[in-house]
């Protein structure tokens, strides 16, 4: 019997998001991950997709810090999705996704600025925006 790796847990979760099933996503990383396996970065963006499809903010904060205590470092898809995930209602959220992207010495995308100025703007925090 194959026995799963995380290239076939990447692919999983990735068709599982492509699908929408959030419930199923987030519960096949977690067998994932007590099965020992460690996420790699293809797999931490899948998870990381998911989130930003689900608009969930606290779940892709928590999951950068997951990131950077792990051996898998995030990249500029990681915080651009992250970002994304924040959406417009957390402004305080996006925040968090510039001070994680600053204290890796990573400068922010476009993308990223851009994400930031609208949460920012959404919540009369232009100030910290510009």
Not at 97 to 105: C, E, G, N, P
Request: a positive charge.
């Amino acid at each position: 019997v194959l026995e799963p790796d995380v290239s076939i847990y990447s692919e999983i979760i990735g068709v599982l998001v492509g699908l929408g099933r959030w419930t199923l996503v987030m519960d096949t990383f977690t067998r994932m991950k007590r099965q020992g396996i460690q996420p790699n970065l293809a797999c931490y963006n899948c998870m990381m997709r998911a989130y930003a499809e689900s608009n969930n903010a606290e779940r892709a904060v928590e999951l950068l810090q997951d990131m950077r205590q792990s051996a898998v470092k995030p990249n500029m898809t990681s915080y651009e999705l992250a970002c994304k995930a924040c959406g417009r209602k957390h402004g305080e959220k996006t925040l968090s996704v510039l001070s994680f992207m600053k204290v890796a010495d990573v400068v922010p995308s476009a993308v990223c600025y851009r994400r930031a100025i609208r949460a920012m703007g959404q919540h009369t925090m232009w100030e910290k925006g510009v």
